[in-house]
């Protein structure tokens, strides 16, 4: 995993101004009180759109942490390995085939509940809509 890091608490929120400006303030409510300014940048009026993007994504990033303790690269990290599980639990004949929706006996049954979100969660992850 990645580096172990201590960011300033969150969460985090991007205030982005006209002509591309921005401002991302953590929001330190029982640390310091208040918000803290985490980075400011100018703004390039040309480039406005592309820099309030930026900006919400290095709130979000700020915000991922504050919630998980992870960076979004080790939660990425965490994601693929829990993709790999799930894909190994299927593979190995561990899920079974059958899914509740097939109805009878198996409809009932709580490890065929369980391996039909196993399913909807790696269709999730391959970016499928799973029903």
């Known amino acids: 995993m990645s580096e ?13 101004f006209e002509g591309g400006g921005y401002e991302i303030c953590a929001d330190k409510q029982g640390t310091y ?3 803290l300014t985490v980075c400011k940048r100018n ?20 915000t991922v942490f504050h919630t998980t303790k992870m960076t979004p690269m080790q939660l990425l990290e965490r994601v693929k390995e829990l993709e790999g599980a799930l894909h190994a639990a299927v ?21 065929v509940h369980v391996a039909d979100r196993i ?8 970016g499928e809509q799973h029903g």
């Not at 172990?4 to 982005?16: N, R």
């Not at 399913?119 to 391959?126: D, F, T, V």
């Open 119 to 126: 399913r909807a969660a790696l269709a999730k992850c391959q």
């Open 91 to 111: 593979d190995s004949g561990m899920v079974p085939t059958s899914s509740a929706s097939d109805g009878g006996a198996s409809k009932y049954s709580a490890q």
């Open 4 to 16: 172990s890091i201590k960011p300033t608490p969150g969460p985090w929120v991007a205030q982005v």
């Open 43 to 62: 703004g390039h009026s040309n480039r406005a759109d592309e820099m309030h993007a930026n900006a919400r994504l290095i709130a979000e990033a700020g």
């Open 33 to 35: 009180g208040g918000t």
